[in-house]
């Protein structure tokens, strides 16, 4: 089990907010994020729990202007999600992994884009050949909203 957090502040460039208003950012908020610095916050819970050949781990975050860290859908707003997967080691050389994920926005009143939110779901499997060498095989289903 652990807990992380993130606490930052930064300026944008113009150049970092270019196109922004084709996703639905509002003029205002887009002169909001370039005439003052901006802050950026995260917390998150995570677990991980390996049980033999089974194995169990996930992740719940809250955070707000997290598009460095892949959250908020890569947009400048307050955005919650987290995943959970399951593992199971099938032998010494083969592993598979299953799992889901979700990122959503949280305060559209604030930040009114087009774009709410993202689901994923995965599986996949590695082949060790040798400690140096692995064979991995994923899909990976992504659906923005």
Avoid at 21 to 37: K, N
Avoid at 98 to 117: E, K, M, Q, V, Y
Avoid at 119 to 134: D, G, I, K, R, W
């Amino acid at each position: 089990m652990g807990l992380s957090g993130h606490r930052g502040r930064g300026r944008f460039a113009k150049s970092d907010l270019e196109g922004c208003a084709e996703y639905g950012m509002l003029p205002e908020v887009r002169q909001r994020l370039l005439s003052r610095p901006t802050n950026s916050w995260a917390g998150a819970i995570d677990f991980d729990l390996q049980v033999k050949r089974l194995g169990f781990g996930g992740e719940w975050y809250v955070g707000s202007n997290i598009n460095a860290f892949g959250g908020s859908l890569g947009q400048f707003a307050k955005s919650a999600g987290g995943f959970i997967e399951s593992r199971l080691k099938a032998s010494d050389r083969l592993e598979f992994n299953t799992g889901i994920g979700i990122d959503r926005l949280i305060d559209r009143r604030a930040f009114p884009a087009l774009l709410i939110g993202n689901s994923s779901v995965f599986a996949n499997a590695t082949y060790q050949f040798m400690p140096e060498l692995e064979l991995p095989l994923e899909y990976r289903w992504l659906s923005t909203q």
